[in-house]
């Protein structure tokens, strides 16, 4: 059996999930009504409405003719891209128009693409909102912008998915446009809206018109004619209707399979003729001219691969005509047939009048074609225009949980808040806080402020139709996401001049909305300086029984720069109880901004408190930037010669001194006083630079243990006061590198018990430079810092006779990291791993224990232990009780070993193999009943090696929190 072989470009109107009607009938009277269609005609009748007139009406209805009658509506709407097009107002304006008419063939887009960047977007924009109202709805780019001269600058990559259809301009030739079309846009087809028939004979013409065209382009043809021309045409078209109902493309048949003879003389080779072939029919067809005059008989032998009856078709009159003879030879699937041809036509040969399925070869099909990341994105934008159409407003429960730790070793703050979310397409997002609480401790209205920190609003996130190109997309492949495949769209900017993200998205290959979205914020200034987010999204039924995809959980992470450090602030957001659309939604709301709950709304600043004034609310320009709380309290502490007392207050402000680039961070509690002053991004705006400050009243008793116990002849007290310089460059979203300055003074003085041969050291000033790494992400945070230091005075100390010489300079090293597990609103699991080391160590500048170290670990005193090298791992368990109390469990465990140089006992201490210390405590946080106060009491307990066994191995510390 021979083999035909179509042409490449009938696959690619086959891949397309739209269907544009096969005609289209404008009336030069668009009052008058259309004739009543024909059953099984794909037809449709053209309306031409201004984009200037949509924007100046606040309702678009068809004209009275076109919305009576069952007739799809191919609406064509021009100078979209005029220049009083608002396209903040315009995708409402559209979508109004669109559901205003009944039933939609398709809509044309008629821009002039003068401004070629302006009009792209406007026509993604558009072909979104189209998409998003009515589906597969095809849309058409028509207009100057179709033109040869001009789509070739406007439908690049990321345009052409907004596109189903190009609309030949008047006069411009259909093959090279086919052409172009068909390389740049292979899913597209062309159409042509610009035939005219006059009344003189119009079955005639169009049935001429129609013949011609079939095989080629264009897909859909328009026709502007009258209604009286309209009545003779549709007679005609609708005797093509089997025709129109597949796709009829040209066969390149071998070579003697198609012989036409005339009185026994071959005219394949000088008559114009056509073969064709419907892919839906399957049907056979042969195009040709009949004589000049007169009638002719037309002798016709074709291999074709389905047999039938040959008729001639006469789509005009309606008369057709059997063939004079026709014969079939099933071994080589030829039919030969004489017919006769009544005059010029062009006439249609009909091979396979009730003929079987055949069977038929595409040239170049590969199978389903793959789609490229512009068309995946302009679906997913239709499907979120939908949503918005199916979700105008909606109501919905979440549960805000934030965790932050502003030290190593503090137990953290667990900030959770209960809320109810009102969002709507026109007045945007608000929400109720309905609960409040702190480290499980529930407050009531008014509750503690709470500073409100955000990174800058993104005003352009990503997968959004936009003017300019903000962003670049890449396809990074397929993958399942809860039992679904998804596409894995990978985004990042494509300018730095603003903070946009850096991610990627996870979309559902079949409903094309997103189901998973993971993006780190870029370019952020202080006080955030960086905002990783997760979000995951679940379906949920619309009232019209559509699903849409709305949050489920949201994941951030954000740094915060505070007092020169970075603090990991960890958000956690959990979604319940949609109802969507709900017909009581406006009095909820009401409810809610009557009532004494906080509010918040997100406005195109941000996040803003939205405020009673009267009975109703505004939105406080005013951002809580101060933090403030009276801290009164004990530290019970064996290094300490008597208990600490502690009262005072932390302060903290993000714009201190109404600058919006300076922070102040102080604690001064009576008896000690420590704060930091900085001012980001100061040098070049890249480089954060702060000052350190620390200084306390009481002294600390520097005591000294070897295996006999303490050796009370040794006893110093010491005064420390620091203070430092810090030069800070946020390298990326989660690595910080920062340059130290410490400037130090201790002050030695001899105790009670202090031999009075004993030499203490020199009072003096420490010089330090230093250098810390930070990264910190998902949870885990690491980090490494070094310290090169110089006493500026330094002499040998020790009793008579045994004097120490240690070196005025040393070194300290630290490697640390950590990883929290949050299990619940008030339950988590904290481990971390630290190692400490140095050069060049003695008394004076190893590792202690400090209450404000790094080092510390529960019930080891604050002075008295010391190591020149420490490992240790810590863990911390917290959970809440009758959700009212927080309990924090606490197991450290270290190993250690002296270090230094010079003689004597620290020389010794340097040959002993690593000491174990342990240390157990538990923390209770409790709200007191009646007041805005938190009471929080630490008790820690070390097991000690036996020499410090007089030292005492058991910390406390009350303290009583108030928020100002």
Do not use: C
């Not at 080589?332 to 009730?354: E, K, M, S, Y």
């Not at 730790?405 to 808040?417: A, K």
């Not at 979309?507 to 914020?521: K, N, W």
């Not at 709305?550 to 505070?562: A, G, K, M, S």
Request: aromatic residues 10%; hydrophobic residues 40%; charged residues 20%.
């Amino acid at each position: 059996m021979t083999t035909w072989l179509l042409p490449a470009w009938a696959s690619a109107t086959q891949d397309g999930a739209v269907t544009l009607p096969r005609l289209v009938f404008e009336l030069t009277e668009p009052d008058r009504p259309v004739p009543a269609a024909v059953a099984g005609l794909s037809l449709a009748r053209r309306v031409r409405v201004t984009a200037s007139d949509l924007s100046r009406r606040s309702t678009w209805l068809l004209p009275g003719a076109a919305a009576r009658e069952p007739v799809p509506v191919w609406l064509t709407i021009a100078r979209v891209d005029a220049p009083d097009v608002d396209p903040a107002t315009w995708p409402q304006q559209l979508r109004t128009a669109l559901l205003a008419v009944p039933l939609l063939a398709a809509v044309e887009l008629e821009l002039t693409g003068s401004d070629p960047q302006r009009a792209a977007f406007l026509l993604k924009l558009s072909a979104a909102e189209v998409r998003g109202v009515a589906g597969v709805l095809p849309v058409v780019l028509g207009g100057a912008a179709a033109s040869a001269k001009t789509r070739e600058t406007l439908l690049t990559a990321d345009v052409t998915p907004s596109i189903d259809a190009l609309s030949l301009p008047p006069g411009e030739d259909a093959a090279p446009a086919w052409t172009w079309l068909n390389e740049h846009d292979p899913g597209a087809v062309l159409v042509d809206l610009h035939a005219f028939l006059a009344d003189d004979d119009p079955a005639t013409a169009f049935a001429t018109r129609e013949i011609a065209r079939l095989g080629g382009p264009p897909y859909t043809q328009g026709y502007r004619l009258s209604s009286t021309a309209l009545a003779a045409v549709l007679p005609v078209a609708s005797r093509l209707r089997d025709i129109y109902a597949g796709e009829v493309v040209p066969v390149r048949a071998d070579s003697g399979s198609v012989t036409l003879t005339v009185a026994g003389t071959s005219v394949s080779e000088t008559r114009a003729w056509r073969l064709l072939y419907n892919v839906a029919t399957l049907g056979t067809y042969l195009v040709t001219a009949g004589p000049a005059t007169g009638q002719e008989r037309l002798d016709v032998s074709a291999v074709i691969p389905a047999a039938g009856a040959v008729v001639v078709r006469d789509p005009a009159t309606g008369r057709d005509v059997p063939a004079l003879r026709a014969e079939r030879d099933d071994a080589t699937q030829r039919t030969t047939a004489a017919v006769r041809l009544p005059g010029p036509g062009p006439w249609l040969i009909d091979f396979n009048r009730g003929a079987a399925a055949g069977f038929v070869q595409q040239e170049d099909v590969t199978g389903q074609r793959t789609l490229r990341v512009e068309e995946i994105l302009a679906r997913h934008q239709a499907q979120q225009a939908a949503q918005r159409l199916a979700v105008p407003r909606y109501v919905v429960d979440a549960t805000i949980r934030q965790y932050f730790r502003p030290t190593l070793t503090d137990p953290g703050f667990d900030v959770v808040t209960a809320n109810r979310f009102f969002v709507d397409e026109v007045d945007g997002m608000e929400w109720e806080e309905r609960e409040f609480s702190v480290n499980g401790a529930h407050f009531g209205e008014p509750r503690p402020p709470f500073p409100l920190l955000q990174p800058e609003k993104v005003l352009a996130p990503p997968l959004v139709v936009e003017l300019d190109a903000r962003y670049r997309y890449r396809l990074r492949g397929i993958e399942r996401v809860d039992g679904r495949q998804a596409y894995v769209v990978a985004f990042e900017p494509a300018r730095r001049d603003q903070t946009l993200y850096r991610g990627s998205v996870w979309i559902d290959t079949e409903t094309f909305a997103r189901v998973r979205q993971q993006a780190v914020q870029t370019n952020l200034g202080a006080p955030v300086v960086s905002n990783d987010e997760t979000q995951e999204f679940i379906a949920v039924a619309s009232p019209s029984g559509r699903d849409v995809y709305l949050p489920l959980r949201l994941i951030n992470q954000q740094l915060v720069l505070v007092a020169g450090r970075n603090l990991l602030v960890e958000r956690r957001v959990t979604f319940a109880n949609y109802a969507i659309a709900p017909a009581d939604f406006v009095a909820q709301r009401q409810a809610a901004r009557l009532g004494g709950h906080t509010m918040y709304k997100d406005t195109v600043r941000g996040v803003r408190y939205f405020v009673k004034d009267g009975d109703r609310r505004v939105v406080s320009e005013t951002s809580t930037t101060k933090a403030k709380a009276l801290a009164l309290g004990v530290t019970i502490d064996p290094g300490f010669g008597y208990p600490l007392p502690i009262g005072g207050i932390n302060y903290l402000d993000f714009s201190f001194g109404g600058r919006s680039d300076t922070q102040l961070a102080v604690l001064f509690a009576g008896v000690l006083v420590a704060g930091n002053l900085q001012r980001p991004k100061a040098i070049g705006g890249v480089i954060d630079v702060s000052v350190d400050f620390f200084a306390i009243a009481p002294p600390s008793t520097d005591r000294l243990f070897d295996q006999r116990g303490e050796r009370e002849d040794t006893r110093l007290l010491t005064w420390p006061l620091s203070t430092g310089l810090n030069l800070g460059w946020q390298a990326t979203s989660f690595q910080k590198i920062s340059g130290q300055y410490q400037f130090r003074f201790d002050g030695y003085v001899k105790d009670r018990t202090t031999s009075e041969a004993f030499t203490t050291p020199t009072s003096t000033v420490t010089n330090g430079l230093g250098v810390l790494y930070e990264y910190r992400r998902g949870g885990y945070s690491v980090t490494a810092n070094g310290v090169w230091s110089r006493r500026a005075r330094w002499r040998d100390w020790g009793n008579a006779g045994a004097l120490e010489r240690t070196s005025p300079d040393y070194e300290k090293y630290a490697l640390s990291a950590a990883k929290v597990f949050y299990l619940g609103p008030f339950s988590k699991i904290i481990v971390n791993g630290a190692w400490y080391t140095g050069r060049r160590l003695d008394r004076f500048s190893q590792y202690q224990f400090g209450l404000f170290d790094e080092t510390r670990i529960h019930g080891v005193p604050s002075a008295g232990v010391r190591y020149g090298e420490l490992a240790m791992t810590r863990g911390q368990y917290s959970f809440n009780i009758f959700d009212q109390y927080r309990i924090d469990v606490f197991l450290d465990r270290a190993w250690g070993r002296a270090g230094g140089t010079g003689r004597g006992l620290a020389e010794a201490l340097a040959t002993r193999p690593w000491e174990p210390i342990t240390g157990i405590g538990t923390a209770l946080n409790v709200k007191v009943p009646g007041r805005n106060m938190i009471l929080r009491a630490d008790v820690g307990k070390s097991f000690l090696p036996d020499r410090y066994r007089s030292l005492g191995s058991t910390v406390v510390q009350i303290m009583l929190l108030k928020p100002l």
